[in-house]
C-alpha cells in the first residue's frame, strides 16, 4: 500500500499544517536544555537595562536642548513631551521655559509641570502670583494631589 502513494508523500514525515513560535521555542528549549524559566538574568539583560535607562535620560537631555530652539513650535512641542516623561529632572528646564517669549510655550511649560506632579508643587505656587498665567497655575495645581497646594489655592 506503501507504493500507492506519491514518492513526495512517502518521504515527507506529517508536520502540522502550522508551527507557533511557542512550538519552536520549546523544541529548541528540550534541545538545549536550557528552559526560560530556569534561565537566571545575565550580564547582557542586566546591560540591556542600563542602556535603556541611558536612553532615557540621552531623550531628556534631547528634549531640553530643544526647549532652546529658535522655533516656538519646536520649544512647545519639547515641553510636552517632558511633561509626558514626568520625571522631576525636568522641573527646573520647565522652571525656565516659564519666561519664554511665546505665551503658547508658557502655557504648555506650566501643563508639563502639572504632569510631573509633587516635584514641580513649589515652583507651580510661585506662579500663583502672576497673573497672566495664574489660570494655567491654578488648573496645574488642580491635578496634583499633594498637600501642599490646598492652603495656597
Given at each position: 500500500?506503501?507504493?500507492?502513494?506519491?514518492?513526495?508523500?512517502?518521504?515527507?514525515?506529517?508536520?502540522?499544517?502550522?508551527?507557533?513560535?511557542?512550538?519552536?521555542?520549546?523544541?529548541?528549549?528540550?534541545?538545549?536544555?536550557e528552559h526560560p524559566?530556569?534561565?537566571?538574568?545575565?550580564?547582557?539583560?542586566?546591560?540591556?537595562?542600563?542602556l535603556e535607562e541611558?536612553?532615557?535620560?540621552?531623550?531628556?537631555?534631547?528634549?531640553?536642548?530643544?526647549?532652546?530652539?529658535?522655533?516656538?513650535?519646536?520649544?512647545?512641542?519639547?515641553?510636552?513631551?517632558?511633561?509626558?516623561?514626568?520625571?522631576?529632572?525636568?522641573?527646573?528646564?520647565?522652571?525656565?521655559?516659564?519666561?519664554?517669549?511665546d505665551w503658547q510655550?508658557?502655557?504648555?511649560?506650566?501643563?508639563?509641570?502639572?504632569?510631573?506632579?509633587?516635584?514641580?508643587?513649589?515652583?507651580?505656587?510661585?506662579?500663583?502670583?502672576?497673573?497672566?498665567?495664574?489660570?494655567?497655575?491654578?488648573?496645574?495645581?488642580?491635578?496634583?494631589?499633594?498637600?501642599?497646594?490646598?492652603?495656597?489655592?
Open positions: 500500500m506503501e507504493q500507492s502513494r506519491p514518492k513526495e508523500e512517502r518521504a515527507t514525515p506529517a508536520m502540522p499544517e502550522t508551527v507557533t513560535d511557542e512550538f519552536t521555542d520549546q523544541v529548541a528549549a528540550d534541545f538545549t536544555g524559566e530556569s534561565v537566571e538574568p545575565t550580564t547582557e539583560s542586566t546591560e540591556q537595562a542600563v541611558e536612553k532615557v535620560k540621552d531623550e531628556i537631555e534631547i528634549q531640553i536642548d530643544l526647549l532652546k530652539d529658535p522655533d516656538w513650535v519646536v520649544r512647545r512641542e519639547a515641553a510636552i513631551t517632558l511633561g509626558e516623561m514626568g520625571d522631576e529632572r525636568c522641573v527646573e528646564p520647565l522652571g525656565h521655559a516659564l519666561r519664554d517669549g510655550v508658557r502655557e504648555v511649560a506650566i501643563e508639563a509641570l502639572g504632569q510631573i506632579g509633587s516635584p514641580a508643587v513649589e515652583l507651580l505656587i510661585k506662579l500663583l502670583r502672576d497673573w497672566d498665567i495664574r489660570k494655567y497655575a491654578i488648573a496645574a495645581l488642580g491635578k496634583i494631589r499633594d498637600e501642599r497646594v490646598l492652603d495656597p489655592l
